[in-house]
């Protein structure tokens, strides 16, 4: 008998060669190089950030997650790398710049409109400056707001900037003296799938096995005045809504739950623990849903203060951690929200993201859990989005010459182009397109990415259409990357026609998009700039107001930019009454 202790062990499980179950804690690879003690700050140690180097993990540390998990891990790391790296721009040539037919663009690839790559040997975007720090230049905001103020339109719509003014002139919701709820567990069980299935798919701040114990307990002991039971009440809610193919019946209950949930969330400012800001993301969720996006704002601003880390340096790295999952969709969705009521930062919550990207669980199949892959994707397109956001506000607050401005904006174009494009070279095909909720993953996504090429090129078609002149290069410049904006204008609207009619948590987000597209090509038209005008131009409009036209009745500003869009198209010919 053999007595050899390793000739007795277990055989090792298939793949543990290729996927250590261990995910060792490595230094970057300038500490490494140096062979000092590195902190593993991410994304940049604190030795790398003293000396401005460009601080670089090692991809080949990677845990034990399964293959899937480890492909899409490993992108999002090596694009985030890419993504922070600043080095300076140099020459003075600029990349030449030809555009396509939109008609040419699919919807699933919109980075079709090609710009020439500048040199290799010019990698970075934004020239650091002496007078100039980027902490101090809030990330580039381009609202629909933004699109009204401009000079073509004579100020006629300045008193109609205020978005936060207009909000509040919204009927409060209905508050009922007496709330009835079904706490019913089998009712109360196929709601919570409901929520998980069509709202928590796209934000997985809850795990399901914790649900169902408090549920269970609140549907046999009834809801009490505490956070289990607010929480309970609000899954319920959402739950009652969350379905493509609800009535008015599934609201009434909506409401009712929502309403009961209400009660017990004064009681919360008492109360400590992860639960407390779950409960106020999906208050603020539901209020989405309702497209009550300021009411929607202060709940996601008092979720992202009750989980906001006080020592971020603390948090383990390389960890799944449900907190961090629940700051992150609490921080992006208060900022998003922000970004667009033009509110300033609160306290702890600051313009740029967290040090910190979360991780999913290590048993997170690609295959079996798409959300996951969709939330991951999610979060590092809104740290590539506020990346691209304050290189293009960086690079407008330094200069005072409006020419060399465009210039040099232009010359970042592709640093900036190409980035976008890595992203979404970067996203694995984890979606069924057979599946409607993993559908409309893909197309959030998709439209997220069409916002970032509108940061880039609306600088440009605002420079086209102001009345200042400038040398030819310039004015070709303006041109060419205005005809882009307008472009992707066009791509957006007819592609996503569909999905403007599905309710969600960004479905009011996704309008603003709509509204911005449609004034943006009335806004030429109304310059007299027709050499601009994409030939679709009156069909891309009249399919906006399409898209706005069921959503008006619940929403007064999406009621109040529908009458302008409708005024200017009547203004330049187009028949607004269908």
């Given at each position: 008998?053999?007595?050899?202790?390793?000739?007795?062990?277990?055989p090792?499980p298939?793949?543990?060669a290729?996927?250590?179950?261990?995910?060792a804690?490595?230094?970057?690879?300038?500490?490494?190089?140096?062979?000092?003690?590195c902190?593993?700050?991410?994304?940049?140690c604190s030795?790398?950030?003293?000396?401005?180097?460009?601080?670089?993990y090692?991809?080949?540390?990677l845990?034990s997650?399964?293959?899937?998990s480890?492909?899409?891990?490993d992108?999002?790391?090596?694009?985030?790398n890419n993504?922070?790296?600043?080095?300076s721009?140099?020459?003075?040539?600029?990349?030449?710049?030809?555009?396509k037919?939109p008609?040419?663009?699919?919807?699933?690839?919109p980075a079709?409109v090609?710009t020439?790559?500048?040199?290799?040997?010019h990698?970075s975007v934004?020239?650091p400056?002496?007078?100039?720090s980027?902490?101090?230049?809030?990330p580039?905001?381009n609202?629909?707001?933004h699109?009204l103020?401009w000079?073509?339109?004579g100020g006629?719509?300045?008193?109609?900037?205020?978005l936060s003014?207009i909000?509040?002139?919204?009927?409060?919701?209905?508050?009922?003296t007496?709330v009835?709820v079904?706490?019913?567990?089998?009712t109360?069980?196929?709601?919570?799938?409901h929520c998980?299935?069509h709202?928590?798919?796209k934000?997985?701040?809850i795990?399901?096995?914790?649900?169902n114990k408090?549920?269970?307990n609140v549907c046999?002991n009834g809801?009490?005045?505490?956070?289990?039971?607010?929480?309970?009440l609000?899954v319920?809610a959402?739950g009652s809504?969350?379905?493509p193919?609800?009535?008015?019946?599934?609201w009434?209950?909506?409401?009712?739950?929502?309403v009961?949930?209400?009660?017990?969330i004064?009681?919360?400012?008492t109360w400590?623990?992860?639960?407390?800001?779950?409960?106020?993301?999906?208050?603020?969720v539901y209020?989405?849903y309702?497209l009550?996006?300021?009411?929607?704002?202060r709940m996601f601003?008092q979720?992202v203060?009750c989980t906001h880390?006080?020592?971020?340096?603390?948090i383990?790295l390389?960890?799944y951690?449900l907190?961090?999952?629940?700051y992150w969709?609490?921080?992006k969705?208060e900022?998003?929200l922000?970004?667009?009521?033009?509110?300033p930062?609160?306290?702890?919550i600051?313009d740029r993201?967290?040090?910190l990207?979360?991780?999913?669980?290590?048993?997170?199949d690609a295959?079996?859990d798409?959300s996951w892959?969709y939330y991951?994707?999610d979060?590092?397109h809104?740290?590539?989005?506020?990346?691209?956001r304050?290189?293009v506000?960086v690079?407008i607050a330094?200069?005072?010459?409006k020419?060399?401005?465009y210039?040099?904006?232009?010359?970042?174009?592709?640093?900036?182009?190409?980035?976008?494009?890595?992203w979404e070279?970067?996203?694995?095909?984890s979606?069924?397109p057979?599946?409607s909720?993993?559908s409309?993953?893909h197309?959030i996504?998709?439209g997220?990415?069409?916002d970032t090429?509108?940061?880039?090129?609306?600088p440009?078609?605002?420079?086209?259409l102001?009345?200042?002149?400038f040398?030819q290069k310039?004015?070709?410049?303006?041109n060419?990357?205005a005809r882009?904006a307008?472009d992707?204008?066009?791509?957006?609207?007819p592609?996503?026609?569909?999905?403007?009619?599905?309710?969600?948590?960004?479905?009011?987000?996704?309008i603003?998009?709509?509204?911005?597209?449609a004034?943006m090509?009335?806004s030429v038209r109304?310059?007299g700039r027709i050499?601009l005008l994409p030939?679709?131009?009156?069909?891309?409009v009249?399919n906006?107001?399409?898209?706005?036209?069921p959503?008006?009745d619940?929403?007064v500003d999406?009621?109040?930019r529908?009458?302008?869009?409708?005024?200017?198209?009547?203004?330049?010919?187009?028949?607004m009454t269908?």
């Amino acid at each position: 008998m053999d007595t050899d202790p390793e000739a007795r062990k277990r055989p090792a499980p298939r793949g543990t060669a290729a996927y250590p179950r261990k995910r060792a804690v490595a230094a970057c690879q300038t500490c490494r190089s140096r062979k000092t003690k590195c902190d593993n700050q991410r994304p940049t140690c604190s030795f790398c950030e003293r000396a401005g180097g460009i601080c670089i993990y090692s991809a080949s540390d990677l845990s034990s997650y399964d293959p899937a998990s480890l492909a899409i891990l490993d992108r999002l790391e090596n694009l985030e790398n890419n993504l922070i790296a600043h080095m300076s721009l140099g020459g003075t040539g600029l990349p030449s710049i030809t555009t396509k037919s939109p008609e040419t663009a699919s919807f699933t690839s919109p980075a079709v409109v090609e710009t020439d790559r500048v040199s290799d040997s010019h990698t970075s975007v934004v020239e650091p400056t002496s007078h100039l720090s980027t902490s101090e230049i809030p990330p580039l905001c381009n609202t629909v707001e933004h699109v009204l103020s401009w000079p073509v339109f004579g100020g006629r719509y300045d008193h109609q900037l205020d978005l936060s003014k207009i909000l509040k002139t919204a009927a409060p919701l209905e508050r009922p003296t007496g709330v009835n709820v079904d706490l019913e567990i089998r009712t109360c069980k196929q709601l919570g799938i409901h929520c998980f299935d069509h709202v928590l798919s796209k934000n997985p701040i809850i795990e399901r096995e914790f649900f169902n114990k408090i549920l269970n307990n609140v549907c046999l002991n009834g809801a009490g005045w505490d956070a289990d039971s607010c929480l309970v009440l609000l899954v319920c809610a959402l739950g009652s809504i969350a379905s493509p193919e609800i009535d008015q019946t599934d609201w009434k209950a909506a409401h009712a739950y929502f309403v009961a949930a209400q009660r017990r969330i004064g009681m919360l400012m008492t109360w400590d623990g992860l639960i407390v800001s779950q409960c106020y993301f999906l208050a603020g969720v539901y209020l989405m849903y309702k497209l009550r996006p300021l009411e929607a704002w202060r709940m996601f601003a008092q979720g992202v203060i009750c989980t906001h880390p006080g020592k971020p340096d603390t948090i383990a790295l390389g960890h799944y951690s449900l907190e961090e999952c629940v700051y992150w969709a609490c921080w992006k969705s208060e900022v998003e929200l922000r970004m667009h009521l033009q509110i300033p930062s609160v306290g702890v919550i600051g313009d740029r993201y967290p040090p910190l990207i979360p991780e999913p669980p290590s048993v997170t199949d690609a295959s079996s859990d798409p959300s996951w892959f969709y939330y991951l994707a999610d979060v590092s397109h809104r740290r590539l989005d506020m990346d691209v956001r304050e290189n293009v506000a960086v690079i407008i607050a330094r200069h005072s010459d409006k020419a060399r401005l465009y210039l040099d904006l232009a010359y970042a174009m592709p640093t900036l182009e190409q980035q976008l494009r890595d992203w979404e070279i970067s996203m694995p095909v984890s979606f069924d397109p057979q599946n409607s909720e993993e559908s409309l993953l893909h197309q959030i996504l998709g439209g997220r990415l069409l916002d970032t090429y509108d940061v880039l090129y609306i600088p440009f078609l605002e420079g086209a259409l102001c009345k200042e002149e400038f040398d030819q290069k310039t004015t070709d410049t303006l041109n060419a990357y205005a005809r882009k904006a307008l472009d992707y204008c066009v791509i957006r609207i007819p592609e996503y026609n569909q999905g403007y009619n599905i309710r969600h948590h960004g479905t009011w987000l996704m309008i603003r998009t709509v509204v911005r597209s449609a004034l943006m090509i009335l806004s030429v038209r109304a310059a007299g700039r027709i050499d601009l005008l994409p030939h679709v131009w009156k069909e891309t409009v009249l399919n906006a107001v399409s898209v706005l036209r069921p959503w008006k009745d619940e929403c007064v500003d999406l009621e109040d930019r529908l009458g302008i869009i409708c005024e200017l198209g009547a203004e330049f010919g187009l028949d607004m009454t269908h």
